[in-house]
């Protein structure tokens, strides 16, 4: 068994998609863990990459926040 724990950098070409799920966020229309269909649906996507994105913004949502909505930091 692994100790190690796996890392999800920031993937830049996702802006988009990070985006879209911010939107779901402010929207309130689901929990952010239930979010995949939605991001799917409006994405397009496959519904396993948008549970990668979706992974990935949420272990990342700090950081992206400082990149995409600074104004909002308190």
């Known amino acids: 068994m692994s100790t190690e724990s796996k890392t999800y950098p920031i993937n830049h070409d996702w802006e ?14 689901c929990n952010m863990f239930g979010a995949t269909p939605y991001l799917a649906s409006l994405a397009q996507i496959s519904e396993k990459e948008a549970s990668e994105i979706l992974v990935n913004w949420i272990h990342n949502y700090d950081e992206l926040k400082k990149l995409y909505w600074p104004e909002e930091e308190m």
Do not use: A, K, T
């Not at 988009?16 to 229309?29: A, N, T």
């Open 16 to 29: 988009h998609f990070y985006v879209l799920l911010e939107g779901i966020r402010r929207s309130g229309i």
